[in-house]
């Protein structure tokens, strides 16, 4: 258990003048968007997790508004043949095929 780095290792002195090693478990980073990596609003920090106080959107708890209005006008102008799927970029691609598979 102590081998592995899922928990942060601190070097303290005991009073007795003696270095021991405490482990302490790292903190859960907040939430980020996974496209363009800004940290998303609306998330609960009660829970800290990912399903903890999610926004009840397409997308929610993953995308920010401004990446999710985003995939959803490229999925429309994918459906209304304006453009095409290679003129997408890779990281968008995956959320627009989910979008429209919807």
């Known amino acids: 258990m102590h081998r592995s780095r899922s928990l942060r290792r601190l070097d303290r002195v005991t009073p007795q003048n003696k270095h021991v090693v405490h482990y302490k478990r790292r903190s859960n980073s907040l939430p980020h968007c996974a496209i363009c990596r800004k940290e998303l609003n609306g998330i609960h920090e009660k829970g800290r997790g990912r399903s ?6 397409k997308f929610g708890g993953v995308l920010c508004a401004k990446c999710t209005g985003n995939v959803i006008k490229l999925a429309s102008r994918i459906e209304q043949g304006e453009m095409k799927l290679n003129d997408i970029s890779v990281v968008d691609k995956a959320y627009v095929l989910q979008m429209m598979s919807h």
Not at 52 to 57: D, I, L, Y
């Open 52 to 57: 903890a106080g999610t926004n009840s959107r």
